[in-house]
């Protein structure tokens, strides 16, 4: 049974698209309409700002989840059914989709970094850039999550996804980690074949006009780059939150709430991404498990595994990634002062 239906909520659904839309208006009409460059304490101020906002919604919709399922005969004439314990169960399954998806976004940032430093955008641009392709992401997401589901409703394409985020985890395992180049990336010149390009960026254009013909600038590639790496990581991320719950309205939210913070987060991380080596252990673990819930565990636990237990597993995993990426990190650096003072004729500070 699906608690959320389109059809009952379908003012909620439009509610919500519109109060994304006026956020963005303000974010680029208001606090950065002009271009500049987002300097990292921006950055945590407004990566704090929309993690609030996602918690804040989530309190709210335990409030509405609570009193709609006390008072509506649509559950009330369930038997077994507890308003209380639903509308956390709910709650729990809001945050656990929105720590997956601002998770599994680690990705698209390295991507972001990776697409920045070779189309040669400047930061003073990069909010830019990242605004219109998160704003064509959240479609082509609306799109997806409308779509899965209805198929998730299918057993076989929830053994499908769930194999595949298995197979994506394990490949991530053993992933190299060196800096991808896309000179003869697919998508790159694909891209060059169709559009006519201007080889130089011209401010905040992505279009211009010269001999009276149109070019593209580096800026429209970058952003071209960018919604069709969404749109392949989106095979992952919105499967992996339909594996924790089944309400189309919590993945619909959760997902947007984690990709709005997603520009932030990036200026947030983009100067100590290489602090971070281990994150990716970490990630194909979530993925591993994720997949491992839609193919087995799921049924395992009569139809549905504990929410609880999925936020706790996937928490730890992410933050134990995340922990031993700054430890070896802050041993690699002591090592390296340590050498810099033998070099120099010094000693170790434990010599002395």
């Keep these: 049974m699906i608690l959320f239906p389109f059809y009952d909520y379908w003012w909620f659904y439009l509610g919500f698209t519109a109060f994304v839309l006026v956020v963005l208006a303000l974010d680029l009409g208001v606090f950065h309409k002009k271009a500049q460059e987002v300097g990292f304490k921006e950055a945590s101020i407004w990566t704090t700002v929309w993690i609030s906002l ?5 309190y709210l919709f335990y409030l509405y989840a609570r009193y709609r399922f006390s008072t509506h005969e649509q559950y009330t004439s369930i038997s077994d059914f507890d308003p209380h314990t639903q509308a956390k169960t709910t709650a729990l399954e809001f945050l656990t989709g929105f720590v997956v998806e601002k998770s599994l ?12 430093a070779y189309f040669g955008i400047p930061k003073m641009y990069q909010h830019r850039v990242l605004f219109w392709g998160i704003l064509g992401a959240l479609a082509f997401r609306a799109i997806f999550i409308a779509m899965g589901s209805v198929l998730m409703e299918y057993q076989w394409v929830v053994i499908f996804f ?3 985020l298995i197979l994506t985890g394990i490949k991530m395992f053993f992933a190299g980690t060196k800096p991808q180049n896309l000179e003869n990336n697919f998508i790159v010149r694909q891209l060059k074949k169709v559009f006519r390009v201007h080889p130089q960026i011209e401010g905040q254009r992505f279009l211009i006009k010269k001999g009276g013909l149109t070019y593209v600038t580096p800026l429209f590639l970058a952003l071209i780059f960018l919604e069709l790496s969404d749109i392949i990581f989106a095979l992952d991320s919105v499967p992996a939150i339909f594996a924790l719950t ?6 619909f939210t959760s997902n947007i709430f984690a990709i709005l913070g997603l520009r932030s987060m990036y200026f947030m991380l983009v100067g100590v991404m290489d602090r971070f080596a281990y994150i990716k252990y970490g990630l194909a673990s979530v993925l591993v498990f994720v997949g491992v819930k839609m193919v087995w565990l799921n049924d395992a636990f009569g139809g549905k595994f504990p929410i609880s237990w999925s936020l706790g597993i996937i928490s730890g995993l992410i933050g134990s990634s995340i922990a031993a990426s ?9 090592l390296e002062i340590e ?8 000693l170790p500070h434990e010599n002395r």
């Design 339 to 346: 050498n810099i003072k033998l070099n120099e004729g010094g």
């Design 54 to 58: 996602a918690l804040i919604f989530n």
């Design 326 to 334: 700054l430890i070896i990190d802050r041993r690699k650096q002591k």
């Design 162 to 164: 769930g194999v595949l």
């Design 246 to 251: 089944k309400e189309p309205l919590i993945v």
């Design 105 to 116: 976004a680690i990705d698209n940032i390295f991507v972001f970094a990776v697409v920045f």
